[in-house]
């Protein structure tokens, strides 16, 4: 029988029964904040994947006693099985090719992509660990998981009980800790050893270099001769992330700068990064929706590109449901423009192609926050899915282009 110290009532609980019929519980941990299973079944490596994937199509989960690597190519095979559907083949096939990505279908392909990675998601997150109150594992062949598990979570609290997480999200984090290890190379930062940044679980990898080269590129706004402080160049980096904006410009000479966070995970991670990178003096964190207090020469935003709700933390930093962060920088950047000063818009128009926003629009919000497009740098994306012709939203990746846009005061 698996036993703890009783958990504040904050802390949900799973509950299963042991093949001895002794009820057991633990605490429920899910990132995305999936509701905690309400059947759950005993599992290992006996068990097949067409009647794994059953119990998890039909709501039931699977928490698993077996080898640690049988685990995993369980899960795999249930992957396939999903992959397999004719729902999602169909879905895959919604969008002909050589259909215009702007139309309406575009935005009906987004939707029933995004809901079939959703009943994927589902699905594959029924097979479920029982983690030790230290987040250690005790499988047969289990890796040694704490680090990663602790980056996650926290550390473990004294007392704490055991832990129950599906094998799907702890594949993330030792993903996410394998980022963290290695980094990711930044060839705007300069030449290697010291060019990398490292991104934190929970927090947006920037693996697609081409919207950084653009903040790399850009010229800096100058104050107007005879402007009190002239010679300084403060800047706001908003929604900072992992600092590698602030860390590109204060390397382009740029600031005092003040990069804002609202999520802790954000702000511990860029400041491990711009301490590594040898910019934290050049660099204030602050904790804060959107603006600093004052005013700045140059105002960054990289906000998410696509207006639609995120389904876990980590895709916060891809979706922004209704444009909330996007309208909400374009009509706070006004009050916070020196005379002469910039904002800078990193944008992707992917979301114009989906359908999901058009191009007037955002050039309306432009207008009616008192702003004017002073220039715009465009890149084409270099990832892998704008070339991959089978995803299903390939018509607008590869129609896709990243922008710059550089924003100044209407001068009456």
Not at 260 to 281: H, I
Not at 300 to 317: F, G, H, I, Q, Y
């Amino acid at each position: 029988m698996l036993t703890g110290p009783s958990l504040p009532a904050a802390h949900p609980l799973i509950h299963w029964t042991t093949p001895d019929g002794v009820a057991a519980s633990a605490r429920w941990r899910s990132e995305r904040g999936a509701p905690v299973p309400q059947r759950v079944v005993l599992a290992d490596d006996t068990i097949t994947a067409d009647a794994a994937y059953r119990l998890a199509c039909a709501g039931t989960a699977l928490l698993w006693q077996g080898d640690f690597h049988n685990a995993r190519q369980l899960l795999q095979a249930m992957a396939r099985r999903c992959d397999a559907t004719p729902t999602r083949k169909k879905r895959k096939a919604a969008q002909p090719a050589g259909a215009s990505s702007a139309s309406p279908d575009g935005a009906e392909a987004f939707h029933k992509h995004r809901q079939a990675q959703a009943q994927r998601a589902r699905i594959l997150g029924m097979v479920l660990l029982r983690f030790e109150p230290d987040h250690t594992l005790k499988l047969r062949r289990a890796p040694d998981v704490q680090r990663a598990c602790t980056h996650a979570w926290g550390v473990a609290e004294t007392g704490a009980m055991h832990s129950v997480a599906s094998l799907r999200e702890l594949l993330g984090f030792t993903s996410a800790e394998e980022w963290r290890r290695v980094g990711v190379e930044i060839p705007a930062l300069g030449a290697p050893p010291h060019n990398r940044v490292f991104p934190h679980y929970g927090v947006f990898s920037p693996v697609r270099g081409e919207y950084i080269d653009l903040v790399a590129q850009a010229p800096l706004p100058v104050a107007p001769p005879g402007q009190a402080g002239a010679g300084a160049q403060p800047v706001f980096d908003i929604g900072t992330g992992t600092g590698v904006l602030s860390a590109v410009l204060a390397r382009r000479g740029a600031g005092p700068i003040t990069a804002t966070d609202l999520d802790p995970r954000a702000l511990a991670c860029a400041r491990e990064n711009l301490t590594q990178l040898g910019v934290s003096e050049r660099v204030t964190l602050l904790q804060t929706d959107l603006f600093p207090a004052g005013k700045a020469m140059l105002v960054v935003c990289n906000p998410p590109w696509l207006p639609a709700r995120a389904s876990s933390p980590v895709e916060r930093a891809v979706y922004d449901e209704g444009s909330r962060m996007l309208q909400g920088y374009l009509n706070g950047l006004a009050a916070h423009l020196l005379p002469g000063g910039e904002g800078w818009l990193i944008l992707s128009d992917l979301a114009e192609h989906l359908g999901l926003r058009s191009r007037a629009e955002l050039m309306g919000w432009i207008a009616q926050a008192g702003l004017q497009v002073l220039g715009r740098l465009d890149a084409k994306p270099r990832h892998s899915k704008a070339s991959n012709a089978n995803d299903p939203l390939h018509s607008a990746r590869s129609a896709e282009v990243t922008s710059l846009w550089r924003l100044g005061l209407v001068v009456p």
